[in-house]
């Protein structure tokens, strides 16, 4: 364990520390859940990173492709051949950026907002059937806390890519 994980676990209590154990747990059966659908829908024509890319253009507006790769926490070379699809398939085009005409941006096209919306819809009705049995003023609490923890998690991003996803190094057990 690095110096700061151990000292950032001394200042958390063993209610917390398991809490965080929970949390992970629920996270990592989420991630492979969406994993098993994420497959289904590549199966069926539609690509995890397409969905997210233009979503990501969609909330931003134009961006450059630098920016876009910075935004999904992802390099810019696969970031580009990913987009070079959403191009040749219509999804996405490159328009000269109005700050800069040497360089360009990349914007949604209506096709790529459609599939989009529809994959919002579908998606949106499969997991309102997930909750469909709870009271509803359940649902919104947990939607508010949910919302919350990925705010609070997209901040804490950082610090957790260096404490959790750092390589070992030799000697240390």
């Known amino acids: ?71 999904v926490h992802s390099d810019p070379s696969t970031v580009s051949r990913q987009v070079a699809a959403l191009v040749r398939h219509g999804l996405v085009v490159r328009q000269a950026d109005p700050a800069d005409g040497r360089a360009s941006v990349l914007v949604p096209t209506d096709e790529g907002l459609n599939l989009l919306e529809e994959q919002r819809r579908r998606l949106g009705i499969a997991l309102a059937k997930v909750v469909q049995g709870w009271d509803p003023d359940e649902v919104d609490r947990f939607l508010a806390m949910l ?27």
């Open 1 to 71: 364990m690095s110096n700061a994980v151990a000292q950032d676990s001394c200042t958390l209590t063993q209610r917390e520390i398991e809490s965080g154990r929970r949390l992970a747990a629920a996270m990592f059966g989420i991630g492979k859940q969406q994993a098993k659908l994420m497959i289904k829908m590549s199966k069926a024509g539609v690509d995890k990173s397409a969905i997210i890319l233009l979503k990501t253009l969609a909330a931003q507006g134009p961006i450059r492709l630098s920016a876009l790769a910075a935004a």
């Open 147 to 173: 919302e919350r923890f990925v705010v609070d998690h997209e901040r804490a991003l950082p610090e957790m890519i260096n404490e959790c996803a750092t390589a070992r190094s030799e000697g240390e057990n």
